[in-house]
């Protein structure tokens, strides 16, 4: 079973943005079976190298997005996007192989993208 499922009432109303947010869905939902699976060695690190990696792409096409529109609240958004690169490159820096507490790490990020994607996001798309 996934840990988490998209639902059309999280959408933005963007179909690029809803796209990427499904797909940042997925790679967590593979990140959280990596995490459960005795193949956690082999596929952990590059999954959540390729969450990072696609998390920072859909950033930047987001902020685009954002200053097209003119989103009044474009600061605090921005904000808490290098707040989470920051933490994302803090894991890597600090704890390169860390599978060990992948779940504890799991945790943090479900917790920031299912916030960010659900709340925060919307915000922008009213
Ligand atoms: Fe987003
Ligand atoms: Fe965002």
Redesign the pocket.
Known sequence: MPLIKWHDAYSVKNEILDNQHKSIFNLLNSLYDSCMSNTVYFTYNSILDELTRFTKKH?AT?EKHLKEIGYGNIEE?LK??REFENIMNNVFASEPNNYDNCKELLVFVADFILH?VIV??RNYSE
């Open positions: 950033f987001e958004h808490e996007h960010h925060i996001d």
